[in-house]
């Protein structure tokens, strides 16, 4: 049963900060590359952010990047998304996903990530 924990949503005011967290139940994330994606109501899953089996390399979606940051830390098998800068548009529920994966750079596409969270509620709102 590989399943993944979200944690750390809740409502902010624009231009506030979150930090979500990604944990795996059961599993160890040594092998995998992991993503965090986002869900608006009425519209598909979209790729936020990435990292790659060893933390060395990230990718972020053009409407997050320098506002965002994903890391990792093998020693707590967590992955966060520090989310600074909040605007109303990043109000969705945000997933963390993982995939086996080797050497090379990530992805943030969902169709490739195998394992799953439940999500958690991001609001942004005055």
């Known amino acids: 049963q590989l399943r993944l924990v979200e944690s750390g949503g809740g409502l902010v005011q624009p231009g506030g900060s979150l930090r979500l967290s990604c944990t795996p139940s059961?599993?160890?994330?040594?092998?995998?590359?992991v993503g965090w994606f986002r869900q608006a109501p009425g519209k598909e899953r979209a790729g936020v952010s990435c990292i790659t089996v060893s933390g060395s390399g990230t990718r972020y979606s053009d409407s997050v990047k320098g506002r965002f940051t994903i890391s990792r830390d093998h020693a707590k098998n967590t992955v966060y998304l520090q989310m600074n800068s909040l605007i109303p548009e990043d109000t969705a529920v945000y997933y963390c996903g993982a995939v086996r994966a080797g050497h090379g750079p990530c992805v943030y596409a969902p169709k490739v990530y195998t394992n799953w969270g439940q999500g958690t509620q991001v609001t942004v709102s005055s």
């Open positions: 059961g599993f160890s994330l040594d092998y995998y590359a």
